[in-house]
């Protein structure tokens, strides 16, 4: 059982480049997001998914796209990368409980350094 | 607006020594608040998770306090180890579509031998 699986573990981008980030998950849940988080500052949330086919913006959604075409995989593109994207990237999982979301789980992220 | 704070930043004890962090939100309509902690280079693993009705849950020694009231939480660590080295994030979660998590920064604790 691997839980939440992200590659590439480090990723080195020029200015202007894309790439996509990908998220794989083992555990049937739902709910899958998105979060980078920058020295000093909580996770923010970048995109979600509360099911197959269905994505809704975060915090900070801008130069990030995402879908959600199988339960188990919600891939982050990077559209034109620039320096300001340069942060740790974590996806997590959960699912629908009574009153709110259980089962966090987040993948080990991906250090992203745009230059 | 929805934020969580946490304090100490960062704080250094000695091994075997107890310590206590603070957390203070005002994240609204309150769903649950959690612990994580994140070793350095890994992603968060959470500690506890406590919804409106408790105010208080252990996991090892661990030990997490809610005061819904106050809108704070607390987090003990009993008798550290070299290991409890870590960031330890404190997270609510809005009852909201998506169920939404805002993170506090985290406190950084660093244990001595």
């Known amino acids: 059982n691997a839980g939440v699986t992200q590659t590439p573990k480090f990723q080195v981008l020029k200015t202007g480049q894309s790439m996509t980030l990908q998220c794989a998950q083992d555990m049937n849940h739902e709910y899958m997001s998105w979060y980078r988080q920058d020295p000093g500052m909580g996770l923010r949330l970048i995109h979600y998914s509360v099911g197959a086919g269905i994505t809704d913006q975060g915090e900070v959604p801008n130069g990030y796209n995402v879908s959600r075409s199988t339960t188990e995989d919600f891939p982050l593109r990077l559209l034109s990368a620039a320096p300001s994207q340069t942060s740790v990237y974590f996806c997590a999982s959960s699912y629908s409980g009574q009153g709110g979301t259980y089962g966090y789980t987040f993948g080990s992220g991906t250090r992203l350094t745009v230059v | 607006k929805n934020q969580v704070e946490q304090s100490p930043q960062s704080l250094i004890i000695l091994e075997g020594k107890n310590c206590t962090l603070q957390?203070?939100?005002?994240?609204?309509?309150?769903?649950?608040l959690r612990w994580y902690k994140q070793d350095t280079g890994r992603g968060p693993v959470s500690l506890t998770i406590m919804t409106f009705s408790e105010n208080t849950k252990s996991n090892g020694r661990y030990t997490a306090t809610l005061d819904a009231d106050t809108k704070q939480s607390s987090l003990h660590i009993t008798a550290s180890q070299l290991s409890d080295s870590a960031s330890y994030i404190c997270?609510?979660?809005?009852?909201?579509?998506?169920?939404?998590?805002?993170f506090g920064a985290g406190t950084i604790l660093r244990v001595k031998s």
């Open positions: 997270v609510v979660s809005a009852r909201m579509r998506g169920n939404k998590l805002v």
């Open positions: 957390c203070n939100y005002t994240v609204s309509p309150f769903s649950n």
